[in-house]
C-alpha cells in the first residue's frame, strides 16, 4: 500500500505555528500599548518650579536612593545660596537629605556633591535623616522636624518617576497631620532627570521598563488603596 500524503499535517503545523506567533504578537502588542499608558501616569507630572525661577522655601528636601538626586539638591543649594547672598531678598534655606542610612555621616555625603558645593558647607547648613527606609517614612520624618522647626514650605528633589508618588505621599500625610495638629506644609517639587527614566528614554533597556512598570504599580497602589496611617 501506498502511504499517505504528509502535506496536509506539514500546512496544519505551519498553520498552527503562524497562530501562536500572531497570538504571541498581538499578546506584546497590547502589553506595550499597556505599558505606554503606565509610562504616562508616571511621568505625566508638572514640576511645580522650573529650575529658573526659584520658591522662597525652608529647606530643599532631597529623598536620597536614586541616582543624580544628591547632587543636584547640592547644586540646588549653592543657587539659593548665590541669590541669597546677592541683592534679592530670597533666604538661604537647609540642606535636608532623607533616608540617607544609619552610617551615613556628612563625610561620605560629600564625595556624592561637587567640589566646589563640599567646599561651602558646614554641618549647620546640612540636616542627615537616617532612619527612614521608604517614601512613606521620608515623609514620616520630614512632617515631624518641619513641625518642630514651623517649616512653611519645602522643595522636594528626587528622580523624575518617583516624583508623582512622593508627592501624593507627603501631601496625603500633611492633610492627616493639618486635620489633627492644624500643621500646614507647603510642597515645591523639581525632578531629577536621568537616562532612561524621562518620557521618552524609559523603554530604550529593561533597567528602565522594569523601573518604570514598578513604578506605576505603586503609583496604583497608593493613589487608590493606601490611606495614611
Not at 502511504?3 to 506595550?32: D, H, N, Q, T, Y
Not at 536612593?65 to 541683592?87: F, K, Q, T
Not at 542610612?101 to 558646614?122: E, I, M, W
Request: some cysteine; aromatic content about 12%; hydrophobic content about 40%.
Amino acid at each position: 500500500m501506498k502511504a499517505e500524503p504528509r502535506k496536509p499535517r506539514a500546512r496544519e503545523r505551519r498553520w498552527r505555528i503562524w497562530g501562536l506567533v500572531s497570538v504571541f504578537s498581538l499578546i506584546l502588542l497590547v502589553f506595550s500599548f499597556w505599558l505606554r499608558g503606565a509610562a504616562s501616569a508616571v511621568y505625566a507630572y508638572q514640576d511645580t518650579v522650573d529650575g529658573v525661577h526659584l520658591p522662597p522655601v525652608d529647606a530643599i528636601v532631597c529623598l536620597a536612593g536614586g541616582r543624580g538626586r544628591i547632587s543636584a539638591a547640592g547644586d540646588l543649594w549653592v543657587r539659593y545660596r548665590e541669590l541669597a547672598l546677592g541683592a534679592k531678598s530670597l533666604p538661604q534655606p537647609v540642606l535636608y537629605f532623607s533616608g540617607l542610612g544609619p552610617q551615613s555621616t556628612l563625610k561620605s555625603l560629600q564625595t556624592q556633591l561637587r567640589t566646589g558645593v563640599s567646599n561651602l558647607l558646614s554641618s549647620g547648613d546640612v540636616i542627615l535623616e537616617t532612619e527612614s527606609t521608604n517614601t512613606e517614612e521620608n515623609a514620616l520624618w520630614l512632617l515631624k522636624l518641619a513641625r518642630e522647626r514651623r517649616w512653611r514650605s519645602v522643595l522636594l528633589v528626587t528622580s523624575s518617576y518617583h516624583m508623582r508618588r512622593a508627592r501624593y505621599i507627603f501631601e496625603q500625610m500633611m492633610e492627616r497631620q493639618r486635620e489633627s495638629e492644624g500643621q500646614v506644609l507647603r510642597f515645591e517639587t523639581l525632578s531629577v532627570f536621568q537616562e532612561p527614566f524621562d518620557s521618552q528614554e524609559w523603554s530604550h533597556d529593561l533597567h528602565g521598563i522594569r523601573v518604570t512598570l514598578q513604578e506605576y504599580l505603586k503609583w496604583l497602589y497608593y493613589s487608590r488603596f493606601w490611606t495614611p496611617s
